[in-house]
């Protein structure tokens, strides 16, 4: 039926329905005219004229509708689940085992509950596996397997935990408070460890601490916890907060940014509850606006006050006036440190809290005094002021060197390594300038570098000259830098510059003073001001060092990276040509001064699509380094690696092979077989080996790439994202979508997380796994896929890029498909307008897009109206 | 804010996104559709919580009490109809879904209930068997309406996923209770020949 009959059929049944006396006539009439109609129309009017007792329509929707009931299905990939152990606001735990290979054990399994599962709550599990697998610990359930059910439910499978809550394990065998100090201790180790690997727990009660039948306090439920951004201290809270009143720190309750501080204000409830046998504030029952009043403003009594009763007493062997003894003096300093309303006046760390703890134990005095540690980093500052301006220079050989170690070390963007390692570098240095400073109590590094700052800025440089002081704050502003500080750095580069100038502008330190902080606005991608401050440094240069001289080929060269990075690419070419003309001079064509300035240019040009001229530049360039630092060397290796890439752009698959084949066995015997690098390599090689269709050598690349990254970087990292998505299209290739399915999702959620959620680069993520999600049937979701892709695209490229159609074509097939012709033609029309604005005419893209549309409108019935 | 009370900033979202879409902002609706979508399941799971078991939940219950936690109490009646409209292509959305994958259940393909001690995990939901049939059947009988008949797909989509009342989705379309009353007769004895046709 076409809607002009249907139009027909509508009015004529209107009719009849207004005239009932009328309805035989008006079907006779239109059977004259058109018999299928007529009888169509007939049929209807019985249909209406004999409604049954019930509605059939509303019937059958409520019966769908009490599918969302249900309960979980008894089994999940290998797994049968044998019964609930606990359901927790964002899954259920069951007792499980699994079916195949005998496998005997029992193990805890935690999924959300497929029926009724949110996306949120997914990606929730899904944070609360990643996160786990992150950690192994003693004092930590450990995660086994993890996988996702045939219908996409995620799942992980635990270490089955056969014990009791902390308090009440303690409570059942009668456990003294120096019994309980030691199992707390065990918890704190876990806690600790999990912030060194920067995860912040923001759940820690007794119910998620269990002790085991040998005794090992194990903490549990990671569901809520988060991972702190590398080069954040805190993180803000998501709209919706869980907590758990008795144990949430003021900061939780009030939706304030989080960090580390607040499990430790957790700990000291928990603390308080194994002492005192009741939580430190009273809010059950409360509403909840009383319960955050409370929370955040009431003092808790002293632990040794709040534990009274002979019950209690006598659950820690003990008379309630002995106990009482017992906590009064360090437990209750400890815990009412631990318990601070303001997050900084806590234990700066879980370990501080625990060595204090053991000091008691140990009958050692506490250490717990307020605020001692920055109060000793200002005294310390203040008395060796000048071993402070010395060590500056001391400092400066050192980041010297940490410099370029970190570069690499960017590249591998280890930045929190980074921070322990120069952190560490600061405080062991000023251990050694001040033996005498007190364990537990020494200033931190950035505690350090602060007062070190503020004493800069404030003209405070010691008793050097504004020479010294620029030397210091160039230093300093360099480690914040590498902290990834940048508005401290810019604050002391700044500094640097303005004492340089003080010191009588002498060109060449002014000049390098401006490398510095050019160095970092190209840091922070602000590649204007970068490129500002290389222009002054390079006329400063220009005018007072001899035109030959290496500190300008140097300054040519960075300017020529950065106007490269703001896509300024005939400029970034003069540059480079300016320079390399000068390193020919200083050092001689055969030299690596001159090899690394022609790596750049090949750059440029593999940048600029001119391939053949890339080619030849890294041959020439490999030819050098080969030469003078031997075919084996990392910077050579570089060379084969871009070779490769720029041989496979021109369509030479063999050749590409051939050479990262030669890249991955180089880089094994240099490096080892774990080496992030050879993990790039292989990446590189199984891309080749994809598009050549070899799917299984592809694959087993990827793996082993993924193996070796997730060894180096652990779990939270972009190059784990990108051998996921990697292996994810392998696996779609090779058929099998639940895998590939999988894959594309890990990789999308770490995506998400390293690179936010609007990133372009999850456009991509999104295309790939709508193509996979529409091949298992879940058409609906591949199409919201595929519209978050649209979207970030146009967010990121503008409504007029032509790889929109990346997006634009699939979606309209889909909707084509699913009979929603009004929708899909725009979009697919809109996709042949962008390519053939953008492409050459006669582009096989663009006949592409054009027979999608045509097929989009044969099948809506239409004459193909595109233009041919 | 402790936990129960939907996030403010949902709340607001909606609302505001309800507005925009209203004064013809498409891509409004397409940022509502998720939303309202986790909603709906959140809900039916909070529900089954709540009541342990025996309780019986409609398409426009959950609609409803979807609406109220998403877009607060103070919005205009033009918003709630508007999102009642949202509401119910997502519902529809919702059951197809559920559809889908108890198809692909029962076929083998996924994961099958097996018989568990009742005490354990709750009875394992039989469903009728026909059901998931019948309601794709009756989704592409209603895409199919919608290609001939876009106004009379609407109200039937008001009617049965959202349980709006005649009257509510005469207001809501700018029609007379009466063309309402028609278009749903016509609608819904062309639908039921439909799916017996199928059948």
Known sequence: ???????????????????????????????????????????????????????????????????????????????????????????????????????????????????FASRRDRERLIEERRILATLDHPNIARVFDAGTGEDGTPYF?????????????????????????????????????????????????PSNILVSAQGVPKLLDFGIAKVLEVGRVGLTQPGERLLTPDFASPEQVAGETLTTATDLYSLGALLFVLLAGRPP?????????????????????????????????????????????????????????????EPHRRYASVEQLADDVRRHLAGRPIEARRDAALYRAGRFVARHRAAVAAAGLV?????????????????????????????????????????????GAEPTAREILD?????????????????????????????????????????????????????????????????????????????ETAARELRQALDLQTRALPADAPDRAATLYRLASVELGRDNAREAERLLAESLAIRRRAFGERSLPVAEVRHARAQLFYQTDRLAEAEAELAAVLALRRALLGEDHPASLTVLNDLASVKYGRGDSAGALALLERTVALRRKVLGDHHPHVATALLNLATVARQSGD????????????????????????????????????????????????????????????????????????????????????????????????????????????????????????????????????????????????????????????????????????KASAPP | MLPGDPPAAARSDVTGLLHAWQQGDRAAFDRLVPLVYDELRGLARAQLRRDAGQWTLQATALVHEAYVRLAGTDVSWENSSHFFAIAARVMRQVLVDEARRRQAE??????????????????????????E?????????????????????????????????????????????????????LARAWLSRQLRRGA
């Open chain 2, 133 to 185: 049939a019948d309601f794709l059947a009756l989704d592409q009988a209603l895409t199919r309406l919608a290609e001939l008949d876009a106004r009379r797909a609407e109200v039937v989509e008001l009617r049965y996923f959202a349980g709006m009342t005649i009257e509510e989705t005469s207001r809501h379309l700018g029609f007379s209770h009466a063309t309402v009353e028609r278009d749903l007769k």
């Open chain 1, 1 to 115: 039926m076409d809607s002009g009959r249907w139009r027909r059929l509508a009015e004529e049944f209107d009719r009849a329905l207004a005239s009932p006396a009328e309805a035989q006539r008006l079907v006779a009439d239109l059977s004259a005219e058109d018999p299928d109609l007529g009888g169509e129309l007939a049929a209807l009017l019985a249909e209406a004229a004999e409604p049954g007792p019930e509605d059939p329509l509303a019937t059958l929707v409520d019966r769908a509708a009490g599918w969302l009931e249900g309960a979980p299905a008894g089994r999940i990939g290998p797994y049968r689940l044998l019964g609930e152990i606990g359901r927790g606001g964002l899954g259920t735990v069951y007792l499980a085992t699994r079916e195949d290979e005998g496998f005997p054990l029992q193990v805890a399994l935690k999924m959300v509950d497929r029926r």
């Open chain 1, 395 to 439: 400092l400066l050989a050192l980041v010297a060197g940490l410099v370029s170690t970190s570069v690499q070390m960017r590249r591998a963007q280890l930045e929190q390594a980074r921070t322990e390692q120069v952190a560490g570098f600061l405080v062991g240095l000023f251990e050694a300038v001040d033996p005498g400073v007190a364990r």
């Open chain 1, 695 to 862: 799917l299984g050598r592809a694959r087993r690349c990827l793996e082993e790439a993924l193996a070796i990254y997730r060894g180096t970087f652990g779990e939270e990292h972009a190059r784990v994202a990108e051998a996921l998505s990697l292996l994810a299209r392998v696996e779609s290739a090779r058929g099998d979508l639940a895998k590939a399915e999988l894959l594309g999702r890990q990789a999308l959620a770490l995506q998400r997380r390293l690179l936010g959620p609007e990133d372009v680069e999850i456009a991509r993520t999104l295309l790939q796994l709508s193509a996979v999600v529409r091949d298992r049937g879940r058409r609906n979701e591949a199409e919201s896929l595929l519209r978050e892709g649209l979207r970030l695209q146009e967010k990121a490229l503008g409504d007029r890029d032509p790889a929109l159609a990346f997006a634009l074509l699939p979606l309209g097939r889909l909707l084509a498909e699913a009979g929603r012709f009004s929708e899909a033609e725009p979009l697919l029309r809109r996709a042949v307008a962008l390519r053939e604005a953008a492409l050459p005419a006669g582009h096989r893209r663009i006949a592409e897009a054009r027979s999608e549309l045509e097929l989009c409108l044969r099948a809506a019935g239409r």
């Open chain 1, 157 to 205: 499978v635990l270490e089955l935990i056969q014990g009791e809550p902390i308090d009440r394990h303690c409570d059942r065998l009668g456990l003294t408070v120096a019994e309980r100090l030691e199992l707390f201790l065990g918890v704190c180790e876990a806690v600790a460890y999990a912030h060194r690997r920067l995860v912040i727990h923001r759940d820690v009660k």
């Open chain 2, 106 to 131: 029962k076929r083998g393909g996924g994961v099958r209930p097996v018989d568990l001690a009742p005490d354990l995990l709750g009875a394992v939901s039989a469903g009728e068997p026909e059901t």
């Open chain 1, 281 to 341: 504030l009273a809010v059950e029952g409360l509403r909840a606006a009383e319960v955050e009043r409370r929370i955040c403003e009431q003092i808790p009594p002293r632990v040794s006050d709040a534990a009274g009763g002979e019950g209690v007493a006598a659950a820690r062997r003990t008379s309630p006036a002995r106990l009482r003894r017992r906590l009064r003096g360090d437990l209750d300093t400890i815990v009412a440190k631990a318990l601070r309303k």
């Open chain 1, 451 to 527: 007062q070190g700052a503020r004493d800069l800025l404030a003209g405070r440089g010691g008793g050097g000259g504004p020479e010294v002081q620029a030397t210091l704050a160039t230093t300093i502003g360099r480690v914040y830098r590498q902290l990834g500080h940048y508005a401290e750095a810019e604050r002391l580069l700044t500094r640097a510059l303005e004492l340089r100038h003080k010191a009588g502008g002498d060109p060449a330190g002014v000049a390098r003073a401006l490398v510095d902080l050019a160095q970092l606005h190209d840091d922070r991608r602000d590649y």
